[in-house]
């Protein structure tokens, strides 16, 4: 790959770069000189377990560690106790210390599934936020006015709505910001909901004579399995990133062909050639969907497990869906005394409550022992069961 074609891929679905030029001449560098710079990225560990979502700037990011980049991870463990206001139309809920480290934990294992763990330097903030101290963070909050923090779209909008904004929100972007200003940091990366947040890094690189001023690269957000929002979990419309290999499997050859093109933009190490090349095999009939969608269910599921468990993991989707059979494993769960049909559902985590359980067998979209269930108040007896939701959900029940 030659340096035309590496910068090409740099570019390749970033949804907005500021200082192209910068990020040109520290790959040139490294090139030519064998100098290394440095990449941030920032997550709040607000929650234990990353996305596919969270995957499409980590994976821009090992792509840069390739051709010179040192990426520094960051883990707001300081600033996640406030809350990134980004995007929120009310305050968020302030989580404790126990909880923001705990997930720390499982956000270090998880990423080095994508970086190389050889230039990745984990990195906290509280190890410079706590040292800032009272008269830091006064001279800190200084730099900006009222009027420029009013500027943020969903302050903004928080504002007119008279909406309650906590001053600890304003401190938000200051604080993510100063973390450039520790780090030293060449470039920063995020969501495009973070602009705001990602300039206030190099504004402050600025004022605090760093010697350099940040480029920024904004990734899309990723569209969940609707196809229309946002990955998230809350929406339950993600694939994390831990989930078992045929789960995520599964999960990928669920998504529309047309939203199977995003992904293999945002989340496929394919080259933008061989991507174009495929949508023309597509066109021409030469390539079945279906067998480039399984292509990348198999890449990504590879990545994150191995690639005997991706390959387990088709097999066993084509046995249950081109065979029409069970699962050659089903998990198992026991109850005593007989049990409403959608509380059994919760209970064998086929769904995430009874109201959405019910809205589910109103659909026709459960089974037990292969029969579809119509009857959203059916009990279960004495017995044992095969439960079904949809055509990847299963589990055994054993009511005693």
């Known amino acids: 790959m030659n340096l035309t074609e590496i910068l090409a891929e740099v570019k390749r679905a970033c949804a907005e770069i500021i200082d192209g030029e910068k990020i040109e001449n520290l790959i040139k560098n490294y090139y030519e000189k064998g100098e290394n710079f440095y990449v941030k990225v920032g997550m709040d560990p607000t929650a234990p377990d990353l996305h596919l979502g969270h995957s499409v700037v980590l994976s821009k990011m090992a792509f840069l560690q390739k051709h010179g980049a040192i990426v520094q991870f960051l883990i ?34 998880q990423v080095f599934k ?9 990195k906290f903030n509280s190890k410079w ?8 963070m006064v001279e800190l909050s200084s730099t900006f006015s009222v009027a420029r923090m009013l500027e943020r779209d969903d302050f903004t909008k928080r504002f007119k709505e008279q909406s309650p904004i906590s001053i600890c929100e304003f401190l938000y972007p200051l604080l993510q910001g100063y973390d450039s200003v520790a780090l030293k940091s060449d470039i920063e990366m995020g969501g495009t909901d ?36 946002k990955m998230s979990k809350s929406l339950n419309n993600y694939i994390g990133v831990t989930e078992k290999a045929d789960d995520m499997y599964a999960k990928i ?15 496929s190490e394919k080259s933008l050639a061989e991507i174009e090349t495929m949508k ?27 690639e005997n468990k991706a390959l387990n993991a088709k097999a066993e989707f084509d046995r249950i869906h081109s065979e029409n059979l069970m699962p050659s494993s089903l998990e198992e769960f026991e109850v005593k005394g007989s049990i409403w049909l ?43 069961y095969i439960l079904q939701v949809g055509k990847r959900k299963f589990a055994k029940l054993k009511v005693k």
Do not use: W
């Open 194 to 229: 973070q602009k705001f947040n990602l300039l206030m890094g190099r504004t402050l690189q600025r004022i605090y004579n760093v010697g350099k001023e940040q480029a920024i690269m904004m990734m899309p957000l990723l569209e969940g399995l609707d196809g229309v929002n």
């Open 342 to 384: 959608a509380k059994a559902l919760v209970l064998c985590g086929l769904e995430s409550s009874s109201s959405a359980a019910r809205r589910l067998i109103n659909a026709n979209a459960v089974s037990v022992n292969s029969q579809k269930i119509k009857d959203e108040q059916k009990q279960l007896e004495a017995g044992e």
């Open 253 to 267: 050859l669920s998504i529309s062909d047309e939203l199977m093109f995003r992904y293999y933009e945002l989340l």
């Open 280 to 306: 023309k095999d597509i066109k021409q009939g030469s390539l079945h969907p279906k067998n480039a969608k399984e292509n990348l269910a198999l890449e990504i599921t590879k990545r994150f497990h191995d």
């Open 129 to 136: 936020l706590n040292a800032l101290g009272a008269a830091g």
């Open 114 to 122: 994508i970086l190389d763990e050889k230039k990745t330097e984990i």
């Open 76 to 109: 707001g463990d300081f600033t996640g106790q406030i809350g990134d206001p980004s995007g929120k139309s009310a305050t968020r809920k302030k989580l404790d210390k126990e909880e923001v480290l705990e997930n720390a934990k499982t956000y270090e294992k």
